[in-house]
């Protein structure tokens, strides 16, 4: 292979997770593709809020997927609850050894792995009024497309943005 080819293809490694949350993020990516979605990790909101994971189908229905990796994450980030005003579906994905009933009942829970998840509760629908959920494809657009773009120009200006 052309190895400035090789260099694009080349996805940078994002250390602000443990690697525990990046398999739960790669299994719960999965799950998501398989019932049409696509996501955006990372995804900075309106709010100042980041979240984990942020899907979108082609009926333009979102939903937002944090990740918790341990009992202890959990328990120290209680901002999750201002994720609601940014999907129509609020989850919480993490693995197996995470006991379930920690998760409040009024949010989906998604169990996964590096290779797959399940929804082991659904969650409930709350749907986004138009304005928001026209603000949110804008930003998962524009998110995805600067990524896109930052992979096959490695050295433009696309720090900022991102």
Request: charged share 25%; with cysteine.
């Amino acid at each position: 292979m052309n190895p400035q080819l090789a260099r694009i293809a080349e996805v940078p490694v994002d250390r602000r997770q443990s690697p525990t949350a990046l398999a739960v993020a790669r299994g719960t990516g999965r799950l998501l593709l398989s019932l049409g979605f696509c996501c955006v990790s990372e995804l900075a909101l309106a709010s100042g809020r980041r979240a984990d994971l942020v899907a979108l189908r082609s009926d333009s229905e979102i939903w937002i997927v944090e990740i918790k990796s341990s009992i202890a994450d959990f328990r120290a980030d209680q901002k999750w609850m201002d994720y609601r005003m940014h999907c129509d579906r609020l989850f919480f994905a993490t693995t197996v050894e995470v006991p379930c009933e920690i998760f409040p009942p009024d949010t989906g829970l998604i169990v996964a792995d590096a290779f797959g998840a399940e929804i082991k509760c659904d969650a409930p629908e709350h749907r986004l009024h138009a304005a928001t959920r026209k603000s949110m494809t804008l930003s998962i657009a524009r998110a995805a497309s600067l990524r896109l773009q930052s992979l096959i120009d490695p050295t433009g200006p696309y720090e900022a943005e991102l």
